[in-house]
């Protein structure tokens, strides 16, 4: 099946500095991906969709300057924190949207595994 | 915009036993998908079924079939025989008809599931 490997796992970096994120897709190509925001014990947040090629949508809300999002390839989309802070300590889920046929008809998604953010 | 709504925070079952979690939503759109995913300790999120909303038949897929009432918006997941693998969150979740996989999607706060052996 469609698989997306996210890495790091988990990362501590210290306040100020910059995480970067990454997210593949292994055996497909992914056109759009997302990026999520979970809090413990809380909800998803959609953060931003990002397409191949082109500049990421943010949601109302999410800094565009501190959640940098790359979609070079059709096979990796990457989130830089920038200038981390505690506050922005969470855990990060990016997720592919998954198309198919001769019409790229959506029929899915898959998740990557997440990846703890620790800032300290 | 979408709003997803889990009115349980926390459900718990006896091993082997039947439990529903309720899921409401509100949206404009008449073509949607709906979804339940499980996210275990593990933290990775598991696709548990999914429904169109043009079909009006209802999603099942083992153990786990939903009751979708698309005039009340409401999706309830029913997970019977319940095994203690199956305790999670479980979250319900909502995208809209665009074409394509250009939506994101709007997750509910979640149900905690706790299954006593």
């Known amino acids: 099946g469609a698989v997306v490997s996210q890495h790091p796992s988990r990362v501590i970096c210290k306040s100020g500095t910059s995480v970067k994120i990454e997210c593949r897709s292994l055996?497909?190509?992914?056109?759009?991906m997302f990026w999520y925001r979970q809090f413990p014990k809380q909800s998803l947040m959609l953060m931003a969709t990002?397409?191949?090629?082109?500049?990421?949508?943010?949601e109302q809300g999410v800094e565009k300057d501190k959640f940098l999002i790359n979609h070079a390839s059709l096979t990796l989309s990457t989130l830089t924190v920038t200038s981390a802070h505690p506050e922005d300590s969470s855990f990060y889920i990016c997720?592919?949207?998954?198309?198919?046929?001769?019409?790229?008809?959506?029929?899915?998604?898959?998740f990557g595994s997440g990846t703890r953010l620790t800032v300290v | 915009a979408q709003t997803v709504t889990q009115s349980q925070p926390e459900m718990s079952v006896q091993e082997a036993e039947t439990v529903t979690l309720s899921c409401t939503y509100d949206?404009?759109?008449?073509?949607?998908?709906l979804f339940w995913y499980k996210q275990p300790p593990s933290r990775q999120m598991i696709l548990v079924i999914r429904?169109?909303?043009?079909?009006?038949q209802n999603a099942t897929e083992n153990r786990f079939s939903v009751n979708f009432q698309k005039a009340a918006k409401s999706f309830s997941l029913k997970i019977s025989d319940s095994q203690l693998g199956d305790a999670a969150m479980y979250f319900c979740?909502?995208?809209?008809?665009?074409?394509?996989?250009?939506?994101?999607?709007?997750f509910g706060k979640g149900t905690h599931l706790i299954i006593q052996p």
């Open positions: 997720s592919a949207a998954l198309l198919g046929g001769a019409k790229g008809f959506y029929y899915g998604y898959t």
């Open positions: 055996d497909f190509q992914a056109t759009t």
């Open positions: 990002s397409n191949e090629g082109s500049k990421a949508t943010y």
């Open positions: 949206t404009s759109e008449s073509d949607y998908y």
């Open positions: 429904q169109e909303a043009y079909k009006q």
């Open positions: 979740a909502y995208r809209g008809p665009s074409g394509g996989g250009a939506d994101g999607l709007t």
